[in-house]
């Protein structure tokens, strides 16, 4: 079949087919705007009032909720607090034991130091003594010295007074002043 | 209800056309109403050939003029009132052809109809009876080919217009058009004598 043929038999379709439309067309197309209109204005005012609705709600809700949670943090924060207080005060106090232990020690140290420091100056000042001592006993134990042995032990009485050296020294010279007397008084 | 009547809406000239265009974009009182009496029938009868002659025509003359009172302001003057009524139509009865296939499939409702072969017993209804199979012929077609088929055999505009209604190329448009016509041709050839 030719196209000619084709575009008769399509133009000519629709031939004795008319389709009606009611007279008042255009008054139901205005009224149905109008509707379409009014749904939608309710269907806004109603998305915004449930919108209102629903922000009052959740502020009044938050509000509420702000003020439970102040009370609760109040008793939480006053029991942090009195928690927080005690462990300073216990770390206070180890703070100072541990502080004053340690001085104790350090204090400790020293003595035990000074004394040490003061044994030996002890020892030092005995040991001197003594060598003085035994100086003083050989001289004294020779005639020809025996003078300068009584001078040693003089001096060591003079210079080491408190030290069993000194004690000794006094001892000797003791001896021998009483030694002398009575050799004096044998020969009277 | 309202008397129902047969309109066919007689053409305005060209100035009689811009005047009205013209009045009916500012929205002036009582342009709509001449708008709907000068187009209502051209428009009922392309949405009935674009539907496949179904009668839910109506409805979609309906929504076209509703399209059209609603974007009054945005029609600008750029294409003659009968033109921008075509757009607005085509696109209402895409639409509604959507709507319709959806509805079927869910109802499962057989729409397509199959021509009848045989001629018919009564010799002088041949007349008749080829206008009914030419339009299930083309009532047949897929839409968009549907579209090409009447606006160019029906509302005789040409390959370029046909293109710039529906939004396709002038090759798409003689493409559809020759699909359809080799669709027709299976289909009106044993009905019609050489």
Redesign the interface.
């Known amino acids: ?1 030719d ?1 000619d ?3 008769q ?18 008054r ?3 009224r ?2 109008w509707r ?1 209109r009014a749904v939608r204005g309710t269907a806004a005012a109603a998305v915004l009032l449930l919108g209102v609705m629903l922000s009052v709600k959740m502020l009044g809700g938050r509000g509420e909720q702000r003020v439970v949670v102040q009370r609760t943090d109040v008793r939480d924060l006053r029991r942090e607090c009195e928690r927080l207080e005690n462990e300073a005060e216990l770390h206070e106090r180890v703070a100072t034991l541990l502080v004053s232990n340690e001085r104790r020690e350090v204090r400790e140290r020293r003595r035990l130091e000074d004394v040490a420091a003061e044994d030996g100056v002890a020892m030092q000042v005995e040991r001197s003594a003594l060598i003085l001592l035994r100086r003083g006993e050989r001289l004294a134990s020779y005639a020809g010295t025996r003078d300068e042995g009584v001078d040693v032990y003089r001096q060591i009485v003079r210079l080491f007074p408190r030290t069993q050296g000194g004690e000794a020294a006094r001892k000797k010279l003791d001896e021998m002043n009483s030694n002398g007397a009575t050799e004096r008084k044998e020969q009277s | 209800m ?7 809406g007689a053409e305005l000239s060209g100035a009689e056309e811009s005047a009205l265009a013209v009045r009916f974009a500012r929205m002036e009182a009582g342009a ?2 001449e708008v ?2 000068a187009y ?2 051209r428009v ?2 392309l ?3 674009l539907l496949g ?1 179904d009668a839910e ?2 409805d979609v ?2 929504d076209v ?2 399209a059209a ?2 974007g009054a302001k945005g029609f600008g003057g750029k294409s003659s009132l009968w033109t921008w009524l075509t757009t607005i139509t085509l696109n209402r009865c895409r639409r509604h052809l959507r709507r319709r296939a959806l509805w079927r499939r869910f109802w499962s409702v057989a729409r397509r109809t199959t021509l009848s072969e045989g001629a018919s017993a009564d010799g002088t209804a041949i007349g ?1 009876e ?2 009914a199979r ?2 299930e012929a ?1 009532a047949g077609l897929p839409p968009r080919d549907r579209e090409v ?1 009447v606006l160019f ?2 509302e005789g505009h040409s390959a370029e217009e046909v293109g710039r209604l529906t939004g396709d190329t002038a090759n798409a448009v003689q493409v559809r058009l020759s699909r359809a ?1 080799r669709k ?2 299976e289909v ?2 044993p009905l ?1 004598k ?1």
């Open positions: 079949m196209l043929r084709i575009a038999l399509v133009s000519q379709a629709d031939a004795g087919v008319t389709p009606v439309v009611r007279e008042d067309l255009a139901r197309v205005r149905r705007l379409r | 309202a008397a129902l009547a047969a309109m066919d709509f109403e709907v009496a209502q029938g009922a009868r949405a009935s050939r002659w025509v109506d003359v309906q003029f509703l009172l609603t008749a080829t206008s030419v339009r083309v088929v055999y029906m016509r027709l041709d009106l050839a019609v050489e």
